[in-house]
């Protein structure tokens, strides 16, 4: 009997450490597929930071390489220049990236660094206790902003796919969510799109993702989908923000 449907080669085969509902995992098998198809495991590098997915070199059958906290773009272009036929990516949360990362991630994509970061957006600080992170929306109750994050106080969202699409050298961007199949498949091509366009050799790419945390935002794994694509999405529209007809 054929099989119809296995766990990806570059997934390890590993018992994952993330919250019941967390998507987390699901963007690490879609990594894994993208791996897979391209058949890139054995030059594939990942570099993994501080975050929630802090372990997830236990995850990836690829080689990983820990990054300090919000450096992952700069010990990812370290690596790519070094091993200029290797494909680099980097996983990265929102405090991790658009926090105390986020000089790195801004001068990585205004080079062009030919690597891939893949950005997990959920709107908060998820392994440190839920508080507000960037990218947490106006109104949104953390365990910082217990009244809402209010824009006198505490000021905007950070945007980031629209931000690093004003950069040159940034020539990917896009922007998917994990809260129905729908989405997770277009979240699949665009991660294998953004591997392709570093194997072509054509500069920075970027997929963000919406991701869900119902552990810290208080609500079942149904309720914190709905609350994605209810919430988040229209603050943080999906799409292609650059290079959707980019050849490669």
Known sequence: MAVAFKKPHALADASMHYCPGCTHGIVHRLI?????????????????????????????????????????????????????????????????????????????????????TIFVNNAIYGMTGGQMAPTTLLDQVTTTSPYGRKPDINGFPINVCNMISTLEGAVFIERVSMHDIKNIMNAKKAIKRAFEVQMAKKGFSIVEVLSSCPTNWGMSPVEALKWINDKMVPIYPLGNFKGKDLEV
């Open 32 to 116: 894994a597929e993208a791996i897979d198809e391209l058949g890139i495991e054995g030059k594939t590098i990942g570099i993994s930071p501080v975050g929630c997915t802090y372990n997830n070199y236990e995850y990836f059958n690829c080689d990983m390489v820990q990054a300090a906290h919000g450096r992952a773009p700069a010990v990812g272009t370290g690596v790519k220049r070094a091993n200029p036929d290797n494909v680099v990516f980097t996983y990265q949360g929102d405090g991790d990236l658009a926090a105390i990362g986020t000089a790195e991630i801004i001068h990585a994509a205004a080079r062009g660094e030919n690597i891939t």
